[in-house]
């Protein structure tokens, strides 16, 4: 660390003083700096040294940071405080950050960084799923549970293995899903600054400020009470934004030693070294069916590129399989997965978190199988949905379905009797299902606290203030919170303002992820409104001669059969009865059923549904797939704003559509002679490929509504879910059109062209991986399902046959 000079205050307003802003005659206040950051040129690498003599002393340097400054790590989940703010021996992916300037522009900034001179020793690159098995050393991490394998797990619901002797048929099928980001219009920004009582306040593009702020006083060593932070309106995140972020720390650190303002925004290139995108999956499906459809048993094994930090990953790696099971009924499943370091960008959480992948091998090996069997796809998976109120294999508990409906209204409106298989060379169909939780059944670091809370504030005008942690990410969360206070006291939506995503002012909500805002949110609103609703009931009625329970709350007004008072004189008349007005709610999940290691991740309030019809063109000459129009139907469980849920619908299937046809976040060797670094084949929007405005096809969106009563007005999620089937859908429709399989994500026209050939000389028409490595998989934790007899806890292996 080099400290060049430092702001000082002046209150006279009589000398100028350099670095110092004059806001008027007796106030002086330091001007912003800006901050860049150096990154790795090396995948991996120890650092032997690193001088930055010569970029601090550079001209309108205030500040120069190394790893040295920061010898506290952090990491989103409490099992992974692997990374460090900036590398201080060893740097794991090209873009890992090990240095900052703090300057007075962010051109100077820049030319700082070039000034400074750093070593290398360089280590093996470890590159892929297959070399991260093989090469147990060098370990990108020390703390891995075997060589270069971050995570190992597995599961068995039932006798899997078993059922299968018992099966008539067994599908075993490979898939694979590329890697891909989430190209939010925003790039990653934050401001931190000091005040007058010597605390910190950082801005930020962030949707998770509150785990944010608990990792700033990691970091820092500063106490959280002394830790302001607020997220900013975000112009997209889509999970790219529920990590804490290197920048965020390193720009908090110089504002704290500075005492002036210190700004960061990194660039387009750096948000793709950021990443925290979608992990790339291989899988392998095994599951039984009898002859006329039915699901008995699966066994599914997936292998997780996790790039090079823990981030998300543990939770990453438990949703590649934990969900397998909310949406079609498996009498007996076993999950098997592995999560291996990469030296890339940490992979973690993308819209739908872990769950696209497998319900992409999943959806395409039930229409693989509906083939096999002679059976309607729509058929197949209505006959084994997942039954309202029940228990899955896994102990997951589903309270409202509504994808029998979804299912009904895509295959109606689609004309999907009439047209599948009957539409032409090129011209297809494909149908698929998905679901998805509504908030996550535990928080991030295990607590018996509340994960939502809302605090109401009325004012004798009658305006209501809602104070609340939740992030406003572009997903309307700001106008459901209004809309449900709203509701439940009877006023226009236009008479409560709405502070959010404040630690410093607001109660604590963990943060936008994981579909939990609106039921989560939602349900602690309705409380915090309930109770000053029985409050302002009370008052009135002493005016009114009416029992508080017979009033009702409409329309601004408060009253019954004619005798009515207005909201406002409401409120005055509880505030002389009460004083102040003001109320709390907080929400946290039920508790899940399941009781064994490992039960934590899947649990949800509520789970949505959905179901997607996809129509295809596809140019044999080209291989090139032209999308014309989609049908998608979502159980929302009870929309709140209908043109927001749609919005929500329709960018859910752009980004799957765009994920099933183009994008993916794929790497390079560089030459021998240019050091063989594994780097980004295409870190800019210029190269990366995502559909625009002009490649989205027409589409028809239903909302199916079946309340449920976990959710605020049987509110479901439907910010993620509805992506979920949208690759499958299109990778069914491509089959149906020209009859070739293409088992792995993006479905590019390369590997169309080649499917083709493949059936031309005679050959299994398929693209797709053709095996699955050895992986040291352990010993699975046994947990017997509740119709075998189970009570959610784990059973030793000799007292597993007793129960079964």
């Known amino acids: 660390m080099k400290v060049i000079g430092k702001a000082r205050r002046r209150v006279d307003g009589r000398a100028k003083v350099t670095g110092l802003t004059r806001f008027a005659d007796d106030l002086v206040l330091p001007r912003m700096l800006h901050m860049r950051l150096l990154r790795s040129p090396h995948p991996h690498a120890k650092i032997v040294s690193i001088d930055v003599s010569k970029a601090a002393s550079y001209p309108g340097v205030h500040l120069v940071l190394t790893g040295k400054d920061f010898p506290v790590t952090f990491g989103i989940l409490p099992v992974?405080?692997?990374?460090?703010?900036?590398?201080?021996?060893?740097?794991?992916?090209?873009?890992?950050?090990?240095?900052?300037?703090?300057?007075?522009?962010?051109?100077?900034?820049?030319?700082?960084?070039?000034?400074?001179?750093?070593?290398?020793?360089?280590?093996?690159?470890?590159?892929?799923?297959?070399?991260?098995?093989?090469?147990?050393?060098?370990?990108?991490?020390?703390?891995?549970?075997?060589?270069?394998?971050?995570?190992?797990?597995?599961?068995?619901?039932?006798?899997?293995?078993?059922?299968?002797?018992?099966?008539?048929?067994?599908?075993?099928?490979?898939?694979?899903?590329?890697?891909?980001?989430?190209?939010?219009?925003?790039?990653?920004?934050?401001?931190?600054?000091?005040?007058?009582?010597?605390?910190?306040?950082?801005?930020?593009?962030?949707?998770?400020?509150?785990?944010?702020?608990?990792?700033?006083?990691?970091?820092?060593?500063?106490?959280?009470?002394?830790?302001?932070?607020?997220?900013?309106?975000?112009?997209?995140?889509?999970?790219?934004?529920?990590?804490?972020?290197?920048?965020?720390?390193?720009?908090?650190?110089?504002?704290?030693?500075?005492?002036?303002?210190?700004?960061?925004?990194?660039?387009?290139?750096?948000?793709?070294?950021?990443?925290?995108?979608?992990?790339?999956?291989?899988?392998?499906?095994?599951?039984?069916?009898?002859k006329d459809g039915k699901l008995t048993g699966m066994h599914l094994q997936t292998l997780v590129d996790g790039g090079g930090y823990g981030s998300y990953g543990v939770a990453s790696t438990f949703y590649t399989g934990a969900l397998q099971t909310v949406t079609y009924h498996v009498p007996r499943y076993k999950f098997d997965a592995a999560r291996v370091f990469t030296n890339k960008p940490p992979c973690g959480p993308k819209r739908g978190h872990g769950t696209p992948q497998p319900r992409f091998g999943q959806e395409v090996?039930?229409?693989?199988?509906?083939?096999?069997?002679?059976?309607?796809?729509?058929?197949?998976?209505?006959?084994?949905?997942?039954?309202?109120?029940?228990?899955?294999?896994?102990?997951?508990?589903?309270?409202?379905?509504?994808?029998?409906?979804?299912?009904?209204?895509?295959?109606?409106?689609?004309?999907?009797?009439?047209?599948?298989?009957?539409?032409g060379p090129g011209k297809g169909l494909g149908l698929a299902c998905g679901s998805y939780l509504c908030g996550a059944g535990l928080p991030i670091y295990w607590n018996r606290m509340p994960q939502s809370g809302v605090q109401l504030l009325l004012d004798r005008s009658g305006q209501v203030t809602v104070f609340c942690g939740a992030t406003e990410i572009g997903q309307g969360s700001d106008d459901v919170l209004a809309a449900i206070v709203a509701e439940v006291l009877g006023i226009d939506p236009f008479e409560i303002r709405c502070i959010t995503g404040d630690t410093g002012m607001t109660p604590v909500d963990l943060g936008s992820y994981s579909s939990r805002v609106t039921v989560m949110m939602g349900n602690a609103a309705i409380q915090a409104a309930e109770k000053l609703k029985v409050m302002i009931a009370e008052a009135a009625s002493e005016q009114l001669g009416i029992a508080p329970g017979r009033l009702t709350f409409a329309n601004g007004r408060v009253g019954f059969e004619g005798k009515s008072l207005t909201f406002a004189e409401a409120v005055v008349m509880a505030e002389e009865k009460f004083g102040t007005l003001g109320s709390v709610g907080s929400y946290k999940p039920p508790r899940a059923p399941g009781r064994f290691k490992g039960a934590g991740v899947g649990p949800s309030p509520a789970y949505s549904y959905t179901a997607c019809v996809v129509e295809v063109d596809v140019d044999k000459t080209t291989g090139w797939i032209t999308v014309p129009k989609i049908w998608i139907a979502h159980d929302?469980?009870?929309?709140?704003?209908?043109?927001?849920?749609?919005?929500?619908?329709?960018?859910?299937?752009?980004?799957?559509?765009?994920?099933?046809?183009?994008?993916?976040?794929?790497?390079?060797?560089?030459?021998?002679?240019l050091s063989r670094a594994l780097v980004h084949k295409i870190p800019s929007l210029l190269e990366y490929k995502s559909i625009t405005s002009l490649e989205m096809p027409e589409m028809d969106t239903v909302l199916i509504e079946d309340p449920d009563p976990n959710g605020p007005f049987g509110a479901k999620e439907v910010g993620q879910g509805p992506l979920l089937p949208v690759p499958p859908a299109v990778a069914n429709a491509v089959y149906d059109a020209v009859g070739v399989r293409i088992d792995e994500i993006p479905i590019t026209p390369d590997k169309v062209l080649r499917a083709l050939e493949k059936k031309a000389k005679g050959e299994a028409p398929r693209v797709g991986p053709e095996r699955f490595p050895e992986v040291p998989y352990p010993q699975p934790l046994i947990v017997p399902p509740p119709w075998e007899g189970g009570d959610g806890n784990e059973v030793k292996r000799h007292d597993a046959a007793a129960v079964v």
Not at 235 to 247: A, E, L, T, Y
Not at 403 to 413: F, G, H, P, T, Y
């Open 80 to 290: 992974t405080q692997d990374e460090y703010p900036l590398a201080p021996e060893h740097v794991r992916y090209v873009g890992d950050p090990i240095a900052a300037v703090a300057a007075k522009d962010e051109q100077t900034a820049g030319e700082a960084l070039d000034l400074i001179e750093v070593k290398y020793e360089i280590l093996k690159t470890i590159s892929s799923l297959e070399e991260a098995l093989k090469n147990p050393e060098p370990r990108i991490h020390a703390y891995s549970e075997l060589g270069n394998i971050h995570r190992l797990q597995a599961f068995q619901f039932g006798d899997v293995e078993e059922t299968f002797k018992k099966s008539e048929l067994i599908f075993e099928d490979l898939f694979f899903y590329e890697g891909n980001t989430h190209l939010p219009i925003e790039q990653h920004a934050a401001v931190a600054q000091v005040d007058g009582e010597g605390k910190l306040t950082l801005w930020s593009s962030t949707q998770v400020p509150h785990y944010v702020h608990r990792s700033l006083a990691r970091v820092l060593q500063k106490p959280a009470s002394h830790i302001r932070v607020i997220a900013c309106p975000n112009g997209g995140g889509f999970g790219g934004k529920c990590d804490v972020c290197n920048h965020e720390m390193v720009v908090a650190k110089a504002a704290v030693m500075l005492g002036r303002p210190v700004k960061i925004c990194l660039n387009r290139e750096e948000v793709f070294y950021m990443h925290r995108g979608r992990h790339p999956v291989l899988m392998k499906f095994r599951t039984g069916v009898t």
């Open 365 to 423: 090996q039930l229409d693989k199988i509906a083939e096999r069997l002679k059976i309607d796809p729509a058929e197949l998976r209505l006959k084994n949905l997942v039954k309202a109120n029940s228990l899955t294999a896994n102990w997951l508990k589903v309270g409202s379905i509504g994808l029998e409906e979804c299912i009904k209204q895509v295959v109606e409106r689609s004309q999907w009797k009439k047209r599948y298989r009957q539409m």
């Open 636 to 673: 929302i469980g009870r929309t709140i704003n209908p043109v927001l849920a749609r919005g929500q619908v329709e960018g859910s299937v752009y980004m799957g559509l765009s994920e099933a046809l183009m994008e993916e976040q794929v790497f390079r060797r560089l030459p021998a002679k």
